[in-house]
């Protein structure tokens, strides 16, 4: 088996395609909204691929995708072929233990088990109130980016998204106090991906999370046919919110910081 970069999305979405909601993020970096930002690795067999892996440096920090739901031998082959193509700082999405693969030439600090989750009941949505939720845009920046310090920091907002139009809050005396947006959507691919979901401190426990989430998903509904989103595994406000909107978990991952040593 060889290692190799990949440059045909129609080869790579065919790939993908065989765990959708596990490659949902890569899945829609194929749009050419993102793709300029995508390098992508294959392990091939005779012509035939065996696993994909993702880096896309869209972001300050490059992120490296590398899942499989499949035994972990091929992946862990590939990764350690591309590991010299890789940069010295990255963030990364592993696939059970294979972290450990870059144990020895990066430091690698985990940041915990999170679940993929994708939405399968779309018919509880219709019970959520969402009669208080707005449209934002880009004139709400500096509103959005001011509810991510006091109640997200560290979250990976990229204010280009706005132009999505998929980013719906809830404001209480002219303030933005709860949010929900897209890290990844794509019309051309028929996916999104929910991300940037929080609320104030200070007006939790009201179902505002619910209300914003389940807008979101209603609007992105007639134009994509998977909705998925990744959850830190011991968040268990989160989890009980999207259960709550028709969303189950379908597969487990680690979230790791790596710097080269």
């Known amino acids: 088996m060889k290692a190799v970069c990949l440059h045909t999305k129609s080869d790579i979405d065919a790939f993908l395609r065989r765990h959708t909601f596990l490659h949902l993020f890569a899945i829609g970096d194929l749009d050419d909204f993102f793709w300029q930002y995508t390098t992508w690795y294959a ?134 106090v709860s949010v929900a947006g897209v890290h990844v959507y794509s019309p051309v691919y028929k996916v999104a991906a929910l991300g940037n979901i929080t609320t104030h401190p200070d007006f939790r426990g009201q179902g505002l999370a619910v209300a914003v989430t389940a807008k979101l998903c209603k609007s992105l509904s007639p134009t994509v046919d998977h909705i998925g989103l990744n959850v830190k595994a011991e968040n268990m406000s989160a989890l009980s919110c999207y259960e709550r909107l028709g969303f189950e978990r379908i597969a487990s991952y680690q979230e790791c910081s790596l710097v080269s040593r």
């Open 43 to 176: 392990l091939k067999d005779n012509e035939q691929i065996k696993e994909i892996v993702l880096l896309y440096t869209g972001t300050a920090l490059p992120t490296l995708l590398g899942l499989t739901g499949e035994p972990a031998g091929s992946m862990r082959e590939l990764l350690q072929s591309v590991m010299h193509l890789l940069p010295k700082r990255f963030y990364a999405h592993f696939s059970g233990d294979l972290a450990a693969v870059f144990a020895e030439s990066y430091r690698v600090q985990s940041h915990g088990e999170y679940y993929k989750m994708a939405l399968t009941d779309e018919l509880l949505l219709n019970d959520i109130d969402t009669s208080e939720v707005i449209g934002l845009s880009q004139s709400d920046v500096s509103d959005l980016e001011g509810l991510y310090r006091a109640s997200y920091p560290g979250n990976w907002f990229d204010p280009r998204m706005l132009e999505t139009g998929y980013y719906y809050g809830i404001k209480r005396d002219a303030d933005l």
